[in-house]
């Protein structure tokens, strides 16, 4: 059974601080990751995607990627309140579905 | 480029009926899956479909089926519903391989 484990929450940061997001995912085969945002009620938006070790930064946003630790993180610098939201990591290993972990929920406090 | 769409946004039904939902996906893109979120249960997968081919299926009973067609639009179909069947149903499309991602509005289903 393929698994992507995430800390449930909630994450509290205060506003303008570094919010750090981890997952971690079973398959030792899993090939492409990704990070979704997801606000109440609403569906799931696609952040970040990674595929290979190593750092990927695109804005405020970095994702980093460690395979031999099976390990996926998200950072968000100069957190806002409207970075508030569930964070969902998501992990594909060839052929099968996407494996979502249950998501991080963040609060940044103003 | 425009976005995943889903139909109906919000649907009320009774216990015993059933229903349809549809999805169109980005243009070009040939893979579209299927997933139910209900708040206890997170995201849990229903079915995917690439090129009008079932490629994979969830844990879900035989209630719940699918279908692609050939513009890669796709419908999934719940027979019999039952309360607990209650939920968001997001619809995701995808260029296929492994590759990102993206989520339709979703349509939330209540069964009374």
């Known amino acids: 059974q393929k698994e992507v484990e995430q800390n449930s929450g909630p994450l509290s940061v205060p506003e303008g601080a570094i919010a750090s997001l981890n997952c971690t995912y079973s398959?030792?085969?899993?090939?492409?990751f990704f990070w979704y945002r997801q606000y109440s009620g609403k569906s799931p938006e696609l952040i970040m995607s990674i595929y290979s070790n190593g750092d990927k930064e695109d804005g405020r946003f970095t994702a980093q990627l460690n395979k031999a630790s099976q390990y996926v993180s998200l950072l968000i610098r100069d957190s806002q309140p409207s970075d508030s939201a569930t964070y969902l990591c998501a992990c594909y290993s060839g052929n099968t579905p996407l494996v979502f972990g249950k998501g991080t929920r963040l609060s940044v406090i103003a | 480029k425009a976005g995943v769409t889903q139909t109906p946004r919000y649907l009320i039904k009774t216990r015993g009926q059933q229903v349809t939902l549809s999805c169109s996906p980005i243009s070009g893109h040939r893979s579209v899956s299927w997933y139910q979120q209900t708040p206890g249960q997170g995201l849990q997968f229903l079915f995917e479909?690439?090129?009008?081919?079932?490629?994979n299926k969830g844990n879900f009973p035989g209630r719940f089926s699918g279908r692609q067609f050939s513009n890669s639009r796709s419908e999934m179909n719940v027979s019999t519903l039952e309360l607990g069947d209650s939920a968001l149903y997001l619809c995701a499309s995808s260029s296929g391989g492994g590759r990102e991602q993206y989520f339709g509005p979703g349509t939330r289903l209540t069964v009374t």
């Open positions: 398959d030792r085969g899993s090939q492409s």
């Open positions: 479909y690439f090129s009008e081919t079932q490629r």
